[in-house]
């Protein structure tokens, strides 16, 4: 059981480490800011969204769980709002 | 070769790249920043010592960290300080050079 | 050369080239953009030194409010006019060498460094159980250097004051300006909405959970200033002006608590600082309340700066 629970551990986290990566690609090779945000928020909230998802299984249920799906949501909202902000930013430019 | 090494002379070459950035860069705001660097240097550097001393199931040795955390808010405190007087300095005189302008001075001598 | 190994020298590796990259990058945001991802390493280099109380405070003072503050007058500082002195290249060499110099001397000491090391590890957990405190280096803080805490909060309160005293004479006692400004439904106030309640939240766990577990006041206290910080700048709260009692108040209180029970240890014959017996828990419970409010207004204040008129967009 502990063999499945660290093969999907890998599996995730190694998951999300590839869109953080391809959020990363995204950054240096899109041409404007616009796309370059899309390309950052897309990825890392999806990576991050997998790592956590790979962390669950070795904390302790139910209130370490929580506070990691809770780090994940607030990292959501935080990257949502300062992107909404760039964005605007670079509209009114 | 342990943790504590690496992270040691990690905390040596950030001190002389932060000591380095203070002294050669001219704008008082690269000077902070460069500070700063070199304040992150030299807690690291407790940081290190603090490792070594792991001992009684504890990580680390618990003197060093707890100077290490009043450390980081003073010089938080001083580098605040340091941005309001550069601030003050930049509605004064319009530009953030350190060094006396010689007309201001010797306008300064004619008026008193 | 376990993963351990590897993964710390990468990261110190990393941690030297974005230091590296803040020292020579052309623009001043750049340079602040490069500090405050220097900051968040930094506090993983904490965690792989086992040392969690620090790396969280050094996340969210290192690399949170001081990135706010210098992004702040970075944006002020726009219209100045350049700095034209440099140093010559002959200044550069000498500062190089000696910078290479200090290097050397540091990395010798680190490679010299006694074995086995010595440590107050021992020493420092074997009273941890009369405090009442699970938490060793809380214990440091509030009892065995208790003395050294609160002279760093009057440190806090001083450094406060001189930002204060640096406001022109006809702005004094007024409300500082800060922030620019805000539509009214916009993200940040969306943000400042859902994100305050929250953080506070977070920062009063952080200073409860500090007696057993990693956190602690300052930490606690960081963050609480953040909120703080956040809140100002969207507009949701309205900046307190110098003068005010309340906001006074809210600022002596850390000192004011720790000295009075500094006081009354010393009334009590027992000695200035020490704590009765039995009873030590619940008034380091005290002080770390006091002192975490006192924290918190005091930074947020700190990155707000001197009352002043307001600088155009």
């Known amino acids: 059981m502990s063999v499945a629970l660290n093969v999907f551990t890998i599996a995730a986290v190694s998951f999300g480490a590839f869109f953080f990566l391809a959020g990363t690609v995204g950054l240096l090779r899109f041409p404007d800011t616009l796309t370059r945000l899309h390309a950052l928020t897309k990825a890392d909230n999806l990576g991050l969204g997998l790592i956590m998802l790979g962390l669950l299984p070795h904390v302790a249920w139910p209130f370490g769980a929580l506070k990691l799906i809770a780090v994940w949501v607030l990292v959501l909202v935080a990257s949502a709002s300062a992107s909404q902000l760039i964005a605007r930013k670079v509209r009114d430019t | ?112 | 050369m376990n993963v351990e190994l590897v993964f710390s020298l990468g990261l110190a590796l990393l941690i030297l080239a974005v230091a590296g990259f803040v020292i020579v990058a052309r623009g001043s945001f750049a340079a602040i953009v490069g500090f405050v991802a220097f900051g968040l390493m930094l506090s993983l280099a904490w965690m792989g030194l086992s040392a969690p109380d620090v790396a969280l405070t050094e996340s969210a003072l290192g690399g949170g409010v001081t990135g706010a503050l210098l992004l702040g007058a970075c944006a002020r500082l726009r219209r100045a006019s350049d700095v034209e002195e440099t140093l010559g290249l002959v200044g550069r060499g000498a500062a190089l060498v000696l910078c290479l110099g200090v290097t050397t001397g540091l990395v010798g000491v680190v490679l010299c460094l006694p074995d086995p090391a010595p440590t107050l590890a021992p020493v420092a957990k074997q009273s941890l159980a009369s405090t009442g405190l699970g938490n060793a280096v809380t214990a440091t803080l509030m009892v065995y250097r208790a003395l050294d805490t609160m002279l760093e909060k009057v440190v806090l309160l001083l450094a406060l004051v001189a930002v204060w005293s640096l406001a022109p004479d006809r702005f004094w006692g007024g409300r500082p300006v800060f922030g620019s400004r805000q539509e009214k439904g916009g993200p940040l106030s969306f943000l400042a909405r859902v994100l305050i309640p929250i953080g506070i939240l977070v920062g009063i766990y952080l200073f409860w959970v500090g007696a057993d577990a990693p956190g602690g006041a300052f930490a606690g206290g960081a963050i609480i200033a953040a909120m703080g910080i956040l809140g100002f700048f969207a507009g949701v709260s309205a900046v307190p002006a110098v003068s005010a009692f309340r906001l006074r108040v809210a600022l002596a209180a850390g000192v004011a608590v720790f000295l009075g029970v500094g006081l009354a240890g010393l009334a009590a014959g027992t000695g200035f600082l020490t704590y009765p017996e039995n009873f030590a828990k619940p008034v380091i419970v005290l002080i770390e309340v006091a002192m975490t409010l006192s924290i918190g207004v005091t930074l947020a204040l700190l990155v707000v700066g001197p009352p002043g008129e307001s600088f155009g967009p």
Do not use: H, W
């Open chain 2, 1 to 112: 070769m342990s943790i504590a090494t690496i992270f040691g002379i990690c905390a040596a070459c950030l001190v002389g790249l932060g000591l380095y950035g203070l002294i050669a860069q001219p704008q008082p705001l690269r000077k902070i920043l460069a500070f700063n660097i070199l304040g992150g240097g030299i807690f690291l550097l407790f940081g290190a010592v603090a490792r070594r001393g792991a001992a009684a199931g504890m990580g680390g040795d618990p003197v060093p960290q707890a100077l290490v955390i009043t450390g980081i808010v003073v010089a938080f405190s001083a580098t605040a300080l340091g941005v309001a007087i550069l601030l003050r300095l930049f509605e004064e005189t319009g530009g953030t050079s350190l060094r006396d302008t010689p007309k201001e001075s010797q306008s300064e001598e004619t008026n008193s």
